[in-house]
């Protein structure tokens, strides 16, 4: 039975689907991902353009426990691409961040960037 993406891992299909190169090759990279060895196969670096296809195969090839971890992680990411989320971020940036960092934050291209690069 072939599994559906949509299904099985929204939201790590959005980010899959929506996210920019960079960011996403920073979201595999990320230390919350240390102890997962077999993502490695999918990593990739951001000017990789195989690599996108490679980590996107995950979604058909892994079963969703393993993808488990990553789903959870993508879930927070595109939870704060809402209203209310963007709120928290920018209100968040404001006071947190140094100024160079937080207009880094507030120039990217969309809600889903912007969360993705204050994961990252």
């Given at each position: 039975?072939v599994r559906?993406p949509t299904?099985?891992?929204p939201?790590?299909f959005?980010l899959l689907n929506?996210a920019?190169?960079?960011?996403?090759s920073?979201?595999?990279q990320s230390r919350?991902?240390?102890?997962l060895d077999?993502l490695?196969?999918y990593?990739?670096?951001?000017?990789?353009?195989?690599?996108?296809?490679?980590a996107?195969?995950?979604?058909?090839?892994?079963?969703?426990?393993r993808?488990?971890?990553?789903?959870?992680e993508?879930?927070?990411?595109?939870t704060?691409?809402s209203?209310?989320g963007?709120?928290v971020?920018e209100?968040l940036a404001?006071t947190?961040?140094e100024?160079?960092?937080?207009?880094?934050?507030m120039?990217?291209?969309?809600?889903?960037?912007?969360s993705l690069?204050?994961?990252?």
């Amino acid at each position: 039975m072939v599994r559906a993406p949509t299904k099985t891992c929204p939201n790590l299909f959005r980010l899959l689907n929506d996210a920019e190169h960079s960011l996403l090759s920073a979201f595999f990279q990320s230390r919350s991902f240390g102890r997962l060895d077999w993502l490695e196969n999918y990593q990739f670096e951001p000017d990789d353009d195989e690599g996108l296809a490679s980590a996107a195969s995950m979604l058909h090839q892994e079963n969703k426990d393993r993808l488990g971890p990553l789903e959870a992680e993508a879930s927070r990411i595109v939870t704060l691409t809402s209203d209310r989320g963007q709120f928290v971020l920018e209100g968040l940036a404001r006071t947190k961040l140094e100024p160079e960092r937080c207009r880094t934050l507030m120039n990217q291209r969309d809600q889903l960037a912007r969360s993705l690069w204050a994961y990252t």
